[in-house]
């Protein structure tokens, strides 16, 4: 069983930036396709952006490309998404998501494809 903990999010002024993390507990990343969700109150849980298990392909939703970057770091067996220029419509509950990948390209974008999900970091931009 894969748990995922994510770590990170805050209160910030639009404007600013926030890493989140995204660690699992007692097992490896290897292997594994990841992404990034968001949920913001009355909303549907949306794709923020996803990257294979190899980390060579990656791809983010139109409304935050040029603004985050998803990337993970084998060797500490965590996942991070470094968000610059935060506006408040990225207020949300953030969550990581694993899977194990069929290839090493392999990319998941649909939250419907997922096998293990965080219970979510808060994310709060001020306006």
């Known amino acids: 069983q894969v748990q995922l903990v994510e770590s990170g999010g805050g209160l910030v002024q639009a404007g600013g930036s926030l890493r989140l993390s995204c660690a699992a507990s007692g097992h490896t990343f290897r292997g594994y396709a990841m992404g990034w969700f968001r949920q913001a109150p009355g909303k549907e849980r949306e794709f923020v952006a996803a990257?294979?298990?190899?980390?060579?392909?990656?791809d983010h939703t139109d409304s935050v490309k040029g603004r985050f970057t998803i990337s993970r770091d084998g060797a500490e067996n965590t996942m991070y998404l470094q968000m610059n220029t935060l506006k408040p419509e990225d207020t949300a509950v953030y969550y990581c998501?694993?899977?194990?990948?069929?290839?090493?390209?392999?990319?998941?974008?649909?939250?419907?494809?997922?096998?293990?999900w965080g219970l979510g970091t808060q994310v709060t931009v001020s306006s």
């Open positions: 998501a694993a899977k194990p990948a069929p290839a090493s390209w392999f990319l998941a974008v649909t939250k419907g494809e997922y096998d293990y």
């Open positions: 990257i294979s298990a190899s980390g060579g392909r990656t």
